[in-house]
Each structure stands twice: as C-alpha cells, then as structure tokens.
C-alpha cells in the first residue's frame, strides 16, 4: 500500500480538495483507496456527507470510551473508495497525548493494520504543523504538498520539508514529497510567473498535472459530492483524473522495475545453478535416494527418486563443483554402478564422484 499525506500548513491551499478528488480519481481506476481524514475540522467527512460520532480519533486515543481499531471505523463512499472520517474530538488529541511516549507513531500502528486491504491510502492534514501532522509523515510514504499558484509561498513548503527531516532524524522514517500546483489561473500572467518559481525551487519534485481554478470542485464540495459524480466532463474532473494517472503510472514503473531487477537476480542465480539427473537401475527397490556432499548426506524428501517405468530418477540443481555421493536402496547404501568415477571413503567403502562444470 502506497501512502500519501497531503500536508501544507497554509491553509485552504487544497489538501481537502485533492485528497477527497484524488482518492475518487484513484477508486475510478480501479485501485482500491482509503482516505483517512485528519484535521478535526472533518472537511473531508463532511465533504462527503459523513457525520459520524465514532471516528479517527477513537482509534488513536488511549482514553476514549469508544476506543476501537481503524476498519471499525471505515465507511464506504463509493466502489474502491473508503473512508475513515473525523471529528471535533481529534482537536484534543494532541494535549492528551503530551509526554506519552510514541506519540507520533500512533497512527502508523492502526495504519499497519489495513496494509494489506488497500493499493493506496491518502491522510487529509489540518493546517498546522502539529502532533497529527507529524503522525501522518510518519505513516506517509510520500507528501502530497499543495500549493496555490496565486498565494504560493517557498518558504511555507521548505518549513515543512525541514518537518520531514526532523521525522527522518528523530523517527528514522523517510518520507519523499511532490508539490501539487493548485487553483491556477491560465488567465493571468502572475500565475505563469509562480509557476516557473515553483519549478525553478522545487524541479522534477513537481507534479505534471496542475489543478486549474474550477467553480465546479467548490460547488461538488457545497453539495457533499467529488467532482467525478457532480460533473465528470468538468475540467476539475479532467485534472484530478489525471493526477490520479501520473501516480498510478509511477507506482507501475516502480513495480516494473523492481520486477525487472528480481527477474535479473532469478537469471544470474539460474546461471550460477547446473540441472544434474542421477538415475539408478533397480525396478524391485521400494524407496531410492541419491546423498551426498550437496544434501549433508540425508535420504529427505528432497534426495528421494522417483521410479519412470523401472528406472529411479531425480534432478537436482548443484553448484559448479566436485561432489561426492552414494544411493540409498530399500536403506542400504551404495555407490553408483553406472559412474566408474569412485574413491574411498573412511569407512572403507566405495563414494561415487560426480563434476560439476560452469
Ligand atoms: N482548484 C480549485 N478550484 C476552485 N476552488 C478550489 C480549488 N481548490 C480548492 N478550492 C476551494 O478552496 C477552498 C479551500 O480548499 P480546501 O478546503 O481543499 O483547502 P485546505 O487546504 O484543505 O484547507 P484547510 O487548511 O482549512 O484544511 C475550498 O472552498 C475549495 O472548494
Ligand atoms: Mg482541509
């Protein structure tokens, strides 16, 4: 499961908009998405018509009379879109939590939880760079920072950035960030003008997609809907469609590329390995196995041949190298009768020699 934190301390800069349009966008995909809301404003719930007494902070609280795990607390919005809504009583977690310690781990243990059940989870921040915020850095994978292309501020972002290090430091967890430009205006210069600023700072850590300025997002939000059920053809529509695409299409190189260094790892080990037979005529004998330096000289269940009409026969999968080897027939050992490559052993006794070559 991929996790983003869509976190700006500025507020109304969009992270309830792109997390709540973001997660629909992905849900449309395909991928199945929780969004959990974290800003005791509850926009997010709100937003999406839930109001509900039960909430993230029952999960994260140590004293709530409710307290309760994350997927008691999951609501289903839409096909492959959950949420794990908020409310007031998030706003007094912080002072709770003061001098408990882990306290900003807290979300990260409900979060492991549910791994498996999600391709992607997205946290809405508050506006502040609090205890919630920090224990969604720590839960992330990744921030989501959104940034206004009118009121847009480097040095808002690089304060939040230095949050994210002092997790690395202080927490040892790595998060990366992307910067998301938001409520742009084609029609104005300025806008073009904060955009290259934007670049120019922050370089390939900003995303391709903008998100255009649309009267849409704000009227979808007015009426407790995402942009793709209130108007799909909307340009807000096409944006976070789109942004949905960039991340999706970046999670599938990742996996492509890890899949594509193990396929290597698999092929050198292939090569390092020789398929080797061993067979042995004896079609009256009950059990056969071949021992040897490869196998500690145990008759397991990966030593035993099986008879292919009369004839014994197993192959293993030996390192380049000189062995040596016996066969067990009916529990006596033996060495091989078809191979003349045979020394002596400390017992006397005849051990078959086999080489192995590159
Ligand atoms: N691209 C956009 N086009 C039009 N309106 C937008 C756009 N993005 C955000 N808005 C509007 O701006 C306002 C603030 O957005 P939003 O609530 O998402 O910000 P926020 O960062 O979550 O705020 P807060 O810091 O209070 O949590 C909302 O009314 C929203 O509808
Ligand atoms: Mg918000």
């Avoid at 912080?94 to 882990?102: F, P, T, V």
């Avoid at 205006?185 to 806008?191: P, V």
């Avoid at 391709?208 to 942009?227: G, L």
């Amino acid at each position: 499961m991929e996790i983003f934190a869509i976190a700006n301390q500025k507020g109304g800069c969009g992270k309830t908009t792109t997390a709540t349009n973001l997660a629909a966008a992905l849900a449309i995909n395909g991928k199945k998405t929780l969004l959990i809301d974290l800003d005791p404003q509850a926009h997010a719930s709100l937003g999406l018509g839930v109001d509900k007494e039960i909430s993230i902070y029952d999960c994260l609280s140590k004293i709530s009379n409710h307290k309760c795990a994350l997927k008691d607390i999951i609501v289903n919005i839409a096909p492959n879109f959950d949420l794990a809504p908020s409310n007031i009583m998030l706003s007094t977690l912080d002072q709770e939590l003061s001098g408990e310690i882990g306290r900003e781990s807290r979300l990260f243990d409900c979060v492991k939880d549910i791994a498996d059940g999600y391709d992607f989870c997205l946290i809405d921040c508050p506006p502040n760079l609090g205890l919630l915020t920090v224990n969604a850095i720590r839960s992330a994978n990744s921030l989501i920072i959104p940034v206004e292309a009118s009121r847009f501020s480097v040095d808002g972002v690089k304060r939040l950035v230095e949050i994210v290090g002092l997790v690395r430091e202080r927490l040892n967890h790595s998060a990366d960030f992307r910067v998301l430009v938001n409520n742009f205006d084609s029609r104005l210069r300025h806008s073009f003008r904060i955009l290259n600023k934007i670049k120019e700072t922050f370089g390939a850590k900003v995303f391709n997609t903008i998100v255009h300025i649309n009267v849409k997002i704000k009227e979808a939000q007015s009426v407790a809907q995402t942009i793709f059920t209130f108007d799909k053809y909307s340009r807000g529509s096409k944006d976070y469609f789109s942004l949905s695409r960039e991340i999706i299409s970046k999670e599938e190189a990742i996996v492509e590329k890890i899949s594509q260094q193990m396929k290597k790892i698999v092929q050198k080990k292939a090569k390092e390995i020789s398929p080797v037979t061993f067979e042995f005529s004896a079609g009256s004998a009950a059990s056969v196995f071949v021992v040897g330096d490869f196998n500690n000289w145990t008759p397991g269940d990966d030593a035993r041949l099986d008879n292919v009409d009369g004839i014994w026969k197993k192959r293993l999968n030996l390192k380049p190298g000189s062995y040596k080897y016996r066969f067990v027939i009916d529990g006596k050992w033996q060495k091989d009768p078809a191979n003349p490559a045979a020394e002596i052993n400390p017992f006397g006794e005849l051990d078959s020699l086999l080489l192995v070559k590159d």
